[in-house]
């Protein structure tokens, strides 16, 4: 963030306070006044709502979170990397032509392409897992959604199974626009493995793939590794990644799109 830790505002400090107790797994109140710069009964109260809901564990005298080795829930991801998402999201509508028949799998970053694609003036098919792009898409009276049946993971808000792929399976598309938990040069990763089969069931089924992540996620391993990189067509993302991943997706013949912030 480009500003000064004592001027945040309260969703900055809720971001950057998630952040630090995702890093450390737990952390002091004393800490995170420190590195926040501001009292410590500011994070107390900050604690408090972030406890409240169910964003982490508050203990004495500090909190924890138990997120080390799993992908936070949707709506704890929901509250980061806003701005980012929504650049994401904005880029990635705009590459999708209209008439196309796409297939978006469940995810913060992919529920702002669809939030962005329902603003659009096209027709489109949307076949979906999840609840979330299944109703923002749906807003849309062009739109043709197709949600898929499967068994409701709460932490996604989103359905997976053998159900759901299988459903998948029945469906042609033009392109895939798929989140990932993590991107390196082996390709993307998820810490869902139902969530990873739904999303290698997409990209059988489809013309081309999307990958569709922010910059958090470059350099990061995840418990399954979804793809290889020369299965992805396209990476639209917020920034530049570090120069080895950029190299590792220019040979593996994916294109690249970043969207910075203006």
Known sequence: ????????????????????????????????????????????????????AGLLNRTYGGATISLVTSEPVIAERGLTMVEERARVGRGAAGLIEKGSIVMIDGGSTTYEVARSLSQHGRDLTIITNSIGVASVAGANPGFRVILCPGTYDSREAAVLGEDTVEFVRRYNADVAIIGASALNAEGPSDMVSGAAAVKRAMMRRSLSTMLVVTNDKFGRSGLERVCALNEISDVVTDSEPAAALRTAIDEAGGELHVFPAS
């Open 1 to 52: 963030m480009n500003i000064e830790p004592g001027r945040l505002t309260k969703k900055e400090r809720h971001e950057l306070i998630l952040s630090e107790v995702r890093r450390s797994a737990s952390i002091r109140i004393s800490k995170l006044a420190r590195r926040i710069g501001v009292a410590g009964e500011t994070i107390r109260r900050d604690l408090i709502e972030l406890g409240e």
